[in-house]
């Protein structure tokens, strides 16, 4: 058995081992899994719908336009997104979640090159 078989490649802490495993799934998705990703957008949809009734049309559309607006506020590829204005607004700012204390999976923990980024960004490279 030769040790080139368990080597990995030298990219492999920047693009992820999803890169050389295209394809194949690593774990298998916990059944609560599909629960919890859509938490969040059935919990919005209770409040709107509850938000409507008492309140009318315009007090979803308003916090909707809000919410839109700020997710769209840009930032540079090489820092990581917080978007403080948006978890304001949805009432996450004042809950402790499971990427408050052990980080987003889609944040590095390393930073690249940023000039690098920027032009990967923008499609120069």
């Known amino acids: 058995m030769s040790s080139k ?14 890169a050389k495993y295209k394809g194949a799934q690593l774990l298998t998705p916990h059944p609560l899994e599909q629960t919890e990703k859509t938490h969040w957008n059935r919990l919005e949809q209770h409040d ?3 938000l409507r009734k008492i309140q009318g049309l ?10 839109k607006s700020v997710m769209k506020v840009g930032h540079l590829p090489f820092l990581p997104r917080h978007n403080v204005a948006h978890d304001a607004l949805t009432g996450r700012d004042e809950l402790i979640g499971f990427e408050d204390y052990l980080g987003h999976p889609r944040d590095p923990e390393i930073m ?3 000039h690098a980024m920027v032009e990967k960004q923008l499609g120069m490279l």
């Open 48 to 50: 709107m719908a509850m």
């Open 5 to 18: 078989q368990f080597e990995l490649p030298a990219d492999a802490l920047i693009h992820g081992l999803a």
């Open 112 to 114: 690249g090159q940023p």
């Open 58 to 67: 315009h007090a979803p559309l308003k916090l909707q336009m809000e919410r």
